[in-house]
């Protein structure tokens, strides 16, 4: 009897021990993989020039940057959840013009006009308690194929259109295609969704990290705010809870020679635009700011918008519709997201050189301007299970094109003809040409 008492104190004590030397943390087995070994580093854009972030191993050091000449340690970026993504991020913001290195690799200088972008969107592996792409096959989910084949561009800036993560349940074991598979917001599922996968291409260029509405606050948003967010984080008093709505972010790229601005690029965060659980209040803020924002931009220079849910889409048959229809918009929370739309809309009438650029659906299309709306193209399909064609009526309107597999666009500018598009497939093979970013045709063979 006493034996047995004995026993089960014994088992409480190292449990409770356990759980105080690690907080539970010893159930979980992280997988660091490469971090180990090698930092994961990256640049992005901001409208103050760019951050360096990198990802090293939980107890590691952040990396020394080398910035004109000058070496200073980067700064943690510590999570808002730490038991969720353990290794340690580092960060150090620079400004446009800056000699920035980490070792032997040297980074595009920031605000510098790029010449070749590579846009891609919707990338993740959808794993959901009612739909699960085969993850472990490169075929059903070529997100790393696209990545390498779109490095072989050489690009001097990567955009991003958002939806980076979709693992969003458990895989049953008797699944083979996706068996193993982590999921949930945490550092497991972003590496095998994200990091690994993206590695060819996130070594080429900066990037743009448009935020999708798979990382909404009820979903990852807290994974895209800690390794995406465009400010770098004050460490007295680091983001406490996913913020539902960043700030709209004006990028501006100058020439090199003249040092004028050359291109705009305007990013909005519409993650949670959908949301039923968003204030009208959190949506005039959203407005304000894209308001201010345009008041800068004028028609003599090229303009991106970039936003996760297009405008305008070639139409569907039946059941969704574009974000700026009503009907899609939550119906007590729509004014000032239809105001946002139809400000968009109507930069098209002031902007004869603006083209939008958009993920969601998960496909390529192209929508040229008409009766002043602007240039809608959508490249969603990065990787993420493909949209059926049949879901839209792709016959309506001559000018629209569509290309219902998996793929990738590379934009390149030539001073004498300005930017046009190239559409390429997983393997790399063209499939669409589209001049100065409107009309998209097949290439002449
Ligand atoms: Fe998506």
Redesign the pocket.
């Given at each position: 009897m006493w034996n047995r008492k004995l026993r089960y104190a014994a088992a409480i004590v190292v449990v409770f021990g356990l759980f105080l030397i690690d907080g539970w943390g010893f159930i979980a087995k992280w997988n660091l993989g490469d971090v180990e070994d090698r930092p994961i580093v990256w640049q992005q854009l901001t409208p103050g020039g760019g951050i360096v972030r990198a990802i090293v191993a939980q107890d590691a050091e952040c990396p020394i940057i080398r910035v004109n000449g000058k070496d200073y340690p980067m700064r943690r970026r510590p999570p808002a959840a730490r038991r969720a993504f353990p290794p340690r991020l580092c960060e150090f913001p620079v400004t446009p013009g800056q000699d920035v290195r980490i070792d032997d690799r040297q980074f595009t200088r920031a605000g510098r006009l790029p010449k070749k972008i590579v846009v891609l969107?919707?990338t993740?592996c959808r794993v959901t308690y009612y739909e699960r792409q085969d993850c472990n096959d490169a075929a059903e989910w070529p997100f790393a194929k696209i990545a390498k084949e779109a490095a072989k561009h050489d690009p001097d800036l990567v955009i991003h259109l958002?939806?980076y993560h979709?693992r969003e349940a458990a895989c049953p074991d008797s699944i083979g295609g996706c068996k193993g598979s982590p999921w949930g917001d945490n550092w497991e599922t972003w590496k095998a969704d994200f990091f690994d996968p993206a590695a060819p291409l996130l070594a080429t260029a900066p990037w743009i990290l448009v935020r999708?509405?798979?990382e909404d606050c009820e979903r990852a948003g807290a994974g895209w705010l800690h390794f995406f967010a465009p400010w770098v984080q004050d460490q007295e008093r680091p983001d406490p809870n996913c913020r539902t709505l960043t700030p709209t972010q004006l990028i501006e790229l100058r020439t090199g020679t003249k040092n004028e601005v050359a291109l705009r690029i305007l990013q909005l965060d519409t993650a949670d635009a959908e949301s039923k659980y968003i204030d009208e209040e959190t949506y005039q803020d959203w407005t304000t700011q894209l308001d201010e924002k345009l008041e800068k931009v004028d028609s003599e220079v090229v303009s991106f918008v970039l936003l996760?849910q297009p405008l305008r889409s070639v139409p569907f048959r039946k059941g969704t519709t574009p974000i700026c229809e009503k009907g899609r918009v939550p119906v007590n929370k729509g004014e000032s997201l239809i105001k946002t739309c139809d400000a968009i809309l109507g930069l098209g009438k002031k902007l004869n050189r603006l083209t939008v650029f958009s993920?969601?659906?998960?496909a390529f299309q192209s929508i040229p301007s008409s009766s002043g709306t602007p240039n809608q193209l959508i490249v969603?399909n990065g990787g993420?299970k493909l949209d059926p064609e049949t879901k839209f009526d792709v016959k309506e309107d001559a000018r629209n094109r569509t290309y219902f597999d998996f793929g990738f666009m590379v934009l390149e500018r030539s001073e004498e003809d300005g930017w046009k598009g190239q559409v390429y497939s997983a393997g790399g093979d063209l499939q669409l040409v589209c001049e100065d970013l409107s009309e998209c045709k097949k290439p002449e063979s």
């Open positions: 969107g919707d993740g958002g939806d979709y999708g509405n798979h996760h993920g969601d659906t998960h969603g993420t």
